[in-house]
């Protein structure tokens, strides 16, 4: 008797820096997910109502990709995945408070990302088909080095 395979999960990048993305694709392509990476918010919004993402990630310190404005659509569809939204240190506090009310799971530094993505990904989006693990990631993105 074989039993099917675990499908991939999917997880949906939208990011207007071609570099920064290609890296984040690499390595979730190595950890096992299905990878579409978007720079249009629109475009990521109807594939997100299509296919349902485990997980989105999302660079908000772009401002054409309208990061609270996109969060809010992503989060109005049905059963929606967590999003995890990355810009720069120093804008975080700026940005946090409106971030979570627009409906982001985990706001994170650009180097949280880069020296993190796995376990994050592995905590928000878990292959097992378990629950999203939100402490546990907000956590980890905000340990130590």
Known sequence: MTTAPTPRLRVLVIDEDLLFSTRVESTLLKLGYDVDVVS???QAV???ADYRPALTILNFGREGLR???TVSKLKEQDQPGPVLGFLS???IPDV???AREAGCDLLVP???LVMRLAPLVERLAPRDGSYAQIVEA????EAEP
């Open 138 to 141: 907000e956590e980890l993105a």
């Open 40 to 42: 249009d918010p629109d």
């Open 96 to 98: 946090r408070e409106a």
């Open 110 to 112: 650009n180097s949280a």
């Open 67 to 69: 990061p609270l404005e």
């Open 89 to 91: 240190h120093k804008l």
């Open 46 to 48: 109807e594939m997100a």
